[in-house]
C-alpha cells in the first residue's frame, strides 16, 4: 500500500491529493488552521467572494475523499516534528505549506513601530475583523499611508487600505455599507451612488512605491522567448492594469523609488529615506544626490512571502533547500518534495496549481508501497493527531461546526 503525507491542504496541497486520489493512492493531509483554504481563506482579500467559494467547494471534494485522511489544527514544526514525521515511513513526503512569512523589510529595526506592518498578517485582518469571532491583532488604518513593494499583492495593500479610509469618513452615512460592493465598483462610483465626492472627505491617501520602474513591475507576466514587439506590448498593459486601479481605487505610485532608511523623530517612525534607480540592462543604478524623505503615518512592507522555517528541514538562505523547481527534490532527502507557493513564491492560485500538477507528474510514479506494520503505525498515529484537534473523520461536520 502507498500512503502519501501532504503537508498543508490549500491549492497546491489539494491538487497534488486529487493526484493520488486518481492514482488510487491515500494520503493524510495534516493542515496548520481548522480548514484547509490556506491564503484563499487568509490571504486572498475577502472582495473575492465568488472566486473564494468556488476554491472552497473544489478544495472541500478533494479533502472530504474517503482516500484522504484530513488532520486539522496541526502546525509542521510546532505540533508534530519534522523528524518524527520522517521516521515515519512515508511513501513520500509533499510540501504544500505555502509561504506565510513575510519576506523582512531590509531595515529591520522598521518592525518595532506600531505602525508599520507586513502583508501577511495586514490582509489576514481585512480578511477577519468584521467576523465575531475575530480575537487576532487588530490594526489601526491611518491616513497618510506608505506600501513598500509592487505587484498585485502590493496592489491589493493599496486597495484595502483606501477602502478602510474611505469606510472611516463614510460608514455612518451609507444604509448598508458594503467594503466588497466598494471593491466591485471602484471608490468614485460606489461614493457617487450615494452621493458622496471622494475629494470633500480630506483624505491625503496611500502611495505605493516601487524600486523598480512600472514596466518591470510584476503586474502580468512577460513569458521568455518573446519578441520585443511583444515584450512592448505586455510593458504597456502592466501600465495600464496599473492606471486603471489608481484610477478605481485613487492610490498614487512612485516608480524607481528604494528605501535606504527610516526616520524617527520623538521615538516615532515618521518617514522613509529612500534614492532613486534608474534600470540599467535590468539592473537598478542609484542616481546620484536623489535621497530624499516621504514622511508617512502608515508603513506597509509587501515585499514577498517566503515560506517559515522548520528545525530540521533544509533551507537555502531564506528559502526551501530545493535542488530541482520542477520536481521539488529537496536536497539531501528521499521522498521529500515540494510545490505551490512554498517553492515558488507565487502565491497566485494558477501557479501553485501547475506547480502541484507537475511535481505529481514527475514524482507519482516513484512513490513506493510500505509494508503493512508501517501502514499500520501510521494509522494509529493519524488517529491520534485527530484526536488532538478534536476531528472525528466526517470533514463537512467539521466544517459546519467550525
Known amino acids: 500500500m502507498k500512503v502519501v503525507l501532504i ?7 489539494s491538487t497534488a491529493a486529487n ?15 481548522k480548514m484547509p483554504y490556506g491564503k484563499i481563506e487568509d490571504g486572498l482579500p475577502r ?13 472541500d471534494e478533494i479533502i472530504s475523499n474517503d482516500l484522504v485522511d484530513y488532520v486539522p489544527l496541526t502546525k509542521l514544526g510546532t505540533d508534530i516534528s519534522f523528524d518524527e514525521v520522517l521516521n515515519m515511513g512515508w511513501s513520500c513526503v509533499y510540501f504544500a505549506n505555502g509561504a506565510w512569512k513575510d519576506r523582512p523589510f531590509p531595515i529591520t529595526e522598521i518592525e518595532k513601530f506600531d505602525n508599520f506592518h507586513y502583508q501577511n498578517p495586514y490582509v489576514y485582518w481585512f480578511n ?3 467576523e465575531k469571532s475575530y480575537n487576532g491583532k487588530q490594526v489601526q488604518v491611518v491616513d497618510n499611508a506608505l506600501v513598500i513593494g509592487g505587484g498585485l499583492a502590493s496592489i491589493d495593500v493599496c486597495k484595502i487600505t483606501q477602502m478602510e479610509l474611505v469606510r472611516q469618513k463614510v460608514e455612518s452615512k451609507i444604509d448598508n455599507f458594503d467594503i466588497v460592493e466598494m471593491e466591485h465598483k471602484g471608490i468614485p462610483k460606489y461614493l457617487s451612488e450615494h452621493n458622496i465626492d471622494y475629494d470633500s472627505l480630506g483624505i491625503i491617501g496611500t502611495t505605493l512605491i516601487y524600486r523598480r520602474n512600472i514596466d518591470n513591475m510584476p503586474i502580468t507576466t512577460i ?11 505586455r510593458k504597456m498593459a502592466r501600465r495600464k492594469v496599473l492606471s486603471n486601479m489608481q484610477d478605481k481605487y485613487l492610490f498614487k505610485v512612485l516608480e524607481c523609488t528604494q528605501p535606504v532608511d527610516i526616520v524617527i523623530e520623538n521615538d516615532k517612525l515618521t518617514g522613509i529615506k529612500t534614492i532613486t534607480n534608474e534600470v540599467v540592462d535590468g539592473n537598478l543604478v542609484p542616481v546620484k544626490n536623489s535621497e530624499k524623505i516621504i514622511n508617512a503615518d502608515l508603513f506597509i512592507s509587501s515585499i514577498g512571502s517566503l515560506p517559515e522555517p522548520i528545525k530540521g528541514v533544509p533551507m537555502n538562505g531564506s528559502t526551501y533547500d530545493i535542488v530541482d523547481q520542477e520536481s521539488g527534490k529537496f536536497n539531501e532527502l528521499e521522498k521529500v518534495h515540494g510545490m505551490g507557493n512554498a517553492i515558488t513564491g507565487q502565491g497566485n492560485i494558477k501557479a501553485s496549481r501547475v506547480s502541484a500538477k507537475t511535481v505529481g507528474d514527475l ?6 508501497d510500505i509494508d503493512e506494520d508501517t501502514v499500520a503505525n501510521i494509522d494509529v498515529k493519524v488517529k491520534q493527531w485527530q484526536a488532538k484537534s478534536s476531528y472525528d473523520g466526517d470533514y463537512f461536520s467539521w466544517k459546519e461546526k467550525k
Open 128 to 130: 477577519h475583523y468584521h
Open 363 to 368: 514524482t507519482i510514479d516513484l512513490i513506493n
Open 7 to 13: 503537508i498543508g491542504g490549500a491549492v497546491s496541497g
Open 223 to 233: 513569458p521568455d522567448g518573446l519578441d520585443m514587439e511583444m515584450v512592448d506590448k
Open 47 to 59: 472582495w473575492h467572494d465568488k472566486q473564494r467559494s468556488g476554491e472552497y467547494d473544489k478544495i
Open 19 to 33: 493526484k493520488l486520489i486518481d492514482a488510487g493512492i491515500r494520503s493524510v493531509v495534516i493542515e496548520q488552521n
